[in-house]
């Protein structure tokens, strides 16, 4: 008992002094401003001498945010902007195509002879492909993809490689109901043989046969493009220099194997679908518009033919 008694008084002060120092912690962490201090505030002139640094940084941040740059992560390229922020057709430039890797081609010894056209050279034995000729055939394709998309017509997009799946999904999402995509594969007799692939009541109150079959890489999938000549389908395919330009319809001479290159592309495409869509949908309202005025006309009892002014 005496022991314990005096050893209370010891243990009380020690419990003081724990407590009195987790205090002093508590109050240099409420006066530091920031992480980056490394010293508490411990007095006026120390927390005036603070806010004076803050008013000249804050000084020096406005009188040259004016000059410079301002280039940003949102009004620059980014890998991921390709997939997710496609460009339009109209915004399709040289530099974008470049950035993407489009203009890599295969060794020298696999040039295709009739790739010749769309081959600028050679360097350290790989053929560079000429993206002066890429573009504007980028263009021709994206026109032919937003007037089918505009008559009602149905778009594939066909890319099997793992890479390509995540592509030709975003870009068939992109365009709507008028678009499928094919990423796994391509079935044998898909086109000539869907009667039997399909059943008879698909095929007669389905469209199974596409208007358009986009072919991000056209040299694995050529008993699809052979299918689609024999069904007489335009294709438009991304076509590499160790590949025939004449396999698809429309050709788009850039690089097959990097999937930039193919987000870049195909994304291009689905904007161009998707304003087709925009634009037949318009034409939808018009014709119901003047369909609805030609029957008011008629239940007025006058038969001549109702003009729209839009």
Same mark, same amino acid.
């Given at each position: 008992m005496s022991t314990k008694a005096g050893l209370?008084?010891?243990?009380?002060?020690?419990?003081?002094? *724990?407590?009195? +120092?987790l205090s002093v912690l508590q109050r240099r962490r409420n006066v530091f401003t920031s992480?980056?201090?490394?010293?508490? !505030?411990?007095?006026p002139d120390d927390w005036q001498s603070l806010q004076d640094r803050r008013i000249r940084f804050k000084m020096l941040v406005d009188l040259f945010s004016e000059h410079g740059s301002n280039v940003t992560r949102d009004n620059t390229f +980014?890998?991921?902007? +390709?997939?997710? *922020?496609?460009?339009a057709p109209s915004e399709a430039t040289l530099s974008a195509l470049i950035?993407?890797?489009a203009h890599f081609g295969h060794a020298k010894s696999l040039l295709n002879p009739n790739f010749m056209p769309y081959a600028y050279g050679v360097r350290a034995g790989i053929t560079i492909i000429d993206l002066d000729s890429t573009?504007?055939? !980028?263009? *021709?394709?994206?026109?032919?993809?937003r007037a089918v998309v505009a008559r009602d017509g149905t778009v594939v997009f066909v890319g099997t490689r793992p890479d390509l799946r995540a592509v030709v999904r975003k870009a068939a999402e992109r365009i709507g109901p008028q678009a499928f995509h094919v990423g796994e594969r391509w079935l044998p007799g898909t086109l000539t043989n869907k009667l039997q692939l399909f059943g008879s009541d698909v095929t007669r109150g389905q469209r199974v046969t596409p208007d358009l079959v986009i072919f991000l890489n056209p040299l694995a999938n050529i008993h699809a493009i052979r299918e689609c000549a024999i069904q007489h389908i335009p294709t438009i395919g991304i076509v590499d220099s160790n590949v025939d330009p004449r396999v %698809?319809?429309?050709a788009i001479p850039a690089n097959d194997e990097s999937p930039r290159a193919a987000e870049l592309i195909a994304g =291009?495409?689905? $904007?161009?679908?998707r304003?087709?869509? %925009?634009? *037949?949908?318009?034409? =939808? +309202? $018009?014709?119901e518009l003047r369909q609805s005025r030609y029957m008011r006309a008629q239940e007025r009892g006058t038969t001549r033919y109702v003009v729209d002014r839009d």
């Open positions: 209370r008084p010891w243990l009380s002060a020690t419990r003081c002094m *724990r407590r009195s +120092q992480s980056d201090q490394p010293f508490p !505030l411990q007095s +980014q890998p991921h902007h +390709q997939l997710h *922020r496609p460009l950035a993407a890797g573009l504007p055939l !980028l263009q *021709r394709a994206a026109n032919l993809t %698809v319809m429309y =291009v495409l689905s $904007i161009a679908g304003e087709g869509g %925009v634009l *037949r949908e318009r034409e =939808v +309202q $018009i014709k």
